[in-house]
């Protein structure tokens, strides 16, 4: 069941490209860490094809994206929803020097020290359970034969 259910939300959809923006092709890949601790208590991660995963378990959701285009690619926002089976680890979310923000809904976006909600009559910082989508604005334009990676991790459910 959790495999089928990672499978797919690699498909599901995972990018906000302009069309503007031709040329930018983007992949993602859901991998569990594997934690390993060494005889000094050294906490290492590394990471695997998310085949089998169980509750409580970490996984990461990679973005890769490159402009196979003649152009720079302007004005680009990639979104990646976060899985409803999973809960966004505070802080995990990378990607260079492009501005992130966290939604709610889907719809508006703030960064995550701004992101609140209406909670009955006052307004509250939303939890890490609460968000559905991380949005990666980029600064500059991608240039031509220009690949990166975006990502964040979470714990399933």
Do not use: C
């Not at 719809?107 to 609140?116: C, D, E, I, S, V």
């Amino acid at each position: 069941m959790l495999r089928a259910t990672l499978a797919a939300l690699t498909i599901v959809g995972m990018t906000s490209l302009p069309t503007f923006a031709e040329g930018l092709i983007a992949e993602q890949v859901v991998e569990r860490a594997v934690v390993t601790i060494d005889a000094n208590g050294n906490e290492s991660r590394t990471y695997e094809t998310a085949e089998d995963v169980a509750p409580g378990d970490e996984v990461r959701y990679t973005l890769t994206y490159q402009n196979t285009g003649d152009a720079a690619a302007e004005t680009v926002n990639l979104v990646m929803p976060v899985p409803s089976e999973v809960t966004y680890i505070e802080a995990s979310a990378t990607g260079n020097d492009n501005e992130i923000s966290f939604s709610a809904d889907g719809l508006t976006f703030a960064p995550r020290t701004a992101l609140t909600i209406g909670d009955g009559d006052q307004e509250r910082l939303v939890m890490a359970d609460e968000i559905t989508h991380i949005k990666w604005a980029f600064a500059d334009p991608i240039a031509p034969e220009t690949a990166g990676t975006i990502s964040f991790s979470a714990v399933l459910k």
